[in-house]
Structures are given as structure tokens and as C-alpha cells.
């Protein structure tokens, strides 16, 4: 276990490190997780925490028990041979001990939000899981995640981005892989986001009318993400394939027994 554990660790922090933009679909459950595995292209999954929450009846924003978390993130990993990156908010409450518990049950990576802490308390917050994971012997890949823009939408654009940018570089310098930063984002801004952190280590979220893959590795972005938008797409087929036999019709043609 110890010794695939730093396998896969070291794989995703490869695939972090690759010129090659790393996309990862992201799953909410076992089923999930070996559906996506086995998607021609898969070379890692990612968890969104806000997924996993609403399948099990809970708001997100670190409203599931922790020990719910974990359970539903290493069942996951249990269910894939690729390495797992797991959502874990923002550590919830006591983030090295939240790492230490993912590791344990097969996470090799993980996002932790600084939900614009003070930056001294965010910078503390991801050593936390920087030195929990050191522990543990692993190469774990960190994707820090600053909610300056999310949060930021009534300050000026430019101390958003500035401040972004200062978070990133801090959280780099205590251990991160990559500094995440959610929100929809055009060229200008993506841009400097690279030029200011560095190249091949911003990660980006991608939801409906943000940058294709393609220009977003061209830009110098490491990673995309997709967030709840996956469970978004399924609850939209399953909605729309409710209100179809509802109405009269039939199963959609071409569904296939995935599970």
C-alpha cells in the first residue's frame, strides 16, 4: 500500500509538472470514479467537494462531517487505479490532520482554500499541509486554492489580481504545487495570473464560457478542473431524461450500462 501510495504520488505531481495541460474530470462517488477511469485520455481524478456534499444531503462550504469526507474521498481511490486529488475545502478546521487523514485512505493531492484569510493564517494554513504531507513521505501535490476573485467581485479588478498574484507566490514558497484560482477568468486576466505566479503553475476551473483547453495551455496553465459542473451535466441528462418518460418517451438511444 505504502509503496503504490508513492507511485501514484509521484505520478500526479509528474503530471502537474508536464507541459502538457493536466485536466481532471472531476467525480463524487465510486461509480463516478471508475466511469471516468475508464474515459480514453483519464490520467488522474480530482473530487469536488461540493459534489460529494450534495449526493449525501449536505450544503456546501464544509457542512459534511469530516470523517464523512474522508470516508466518501477514499472510496474513491479505492475505486480507481490513478492517483486522486480530493477537494478538502479548507481543511476543515485543522488541515494537517485532514491531510493526514486523506493520505490514509489513498489521497496523493488535494485543493485547500484560503477563503481570504488574513495571508498570514492562509501561508500557515497550507505549511499545515505541506509538513503533514512531508510527514507521511509522499510526493503529495498541493493545488492552493485563493478565492480572490470569487470573493472579490465588488473590489477593484486590479487589487483582485494583485492580490491573487501575492497569495499564489506565498503559497509556492511554503511547498504548494500550484496555486488555484476559481472564477470565470478571460485571456487578460489568465495571463497575468501566469506571468505573475509562473508559468505551468496556476490551476483554473473551467465552467461554461471560460478559455477552451487548448488556449488555456498555451497560456502556460497547468491544470483545469471542473468542479460541481460534472455532477451538473449528469443531474441535467437525468432531469431531462425525467421529464421525457414523464411525458411519454423513452429512455435516451445510446444509454449505455455503465454501472
Known sequence: MAET??????????????????????????????????VPGTTALATASHSIAASLGYEDGENIPVDE???????????????????????????????????????????????????ADAVNQMSEVVHAASTEGIDFVLNARTDAFLKGKDRDAGEVLADAIARGRAFLDVGATTVFVPGLLDEPTVTALVE??????????????????ARLQ???????????????VALTALADAAAALLAGGQLPEGTRPLN
Not at 463524487?28 to 470514479?33: C, F, G, L, V
Not at 474521498?73 to 475505486?79: E, K, M, N
Not at 505573475?196 to 483547453?213: A, D, Q, R, T, Y
Not at 502556460?220 to 468542479?227: F, L, N
Request: aromatic share 4%; proline share 7%.
Open 69 to 119: 469526507m474522508i470516508a466518501s474521498v477514499g472510496r474513491i481511490a479505492a475505486a480507481t487505479h490513478l492517483p486522486v486529488s480530493a477537494d478538502l475545502e479548507s481543511g476543515y478546521g485543522n488541515p494537517g490532520e485532514t491531510t493526514r487523514k486523506a493520505i490514509g485512505v489513498g489521497i496523493v493531492g488535494a485543493n485547500i482554500e484560503d477563503q481570504m484569510r488574513p495571508l
Open 196 to 213: 505573475g505566479i509562473g508559468w505551468n503553475k496556476v490551476s483554473v476551473i473551467n465552467v461554461p464560457g471560460s478559455l477552451p483547453p
Open 218 to 232: 498555451e497560456l502556460g496553465v497547468a491544470r483545469i478542473s471542473y468542479g460541481p459542473w460534472t455532477q451538473r
Open 5 to 38: 501510495l508513492r507511485t501514484k504520488a509521484s505520478e500526479l505531481l509528474r503530471l502537474h509538472q508536464a507541459p502538457e495541460i493536466l485536466q481532471v474530470v472531476n467525480v463524487w462517488d465510486a461509480i463516478t470514479a471508475k466511469v471516468i477511469t475508464d
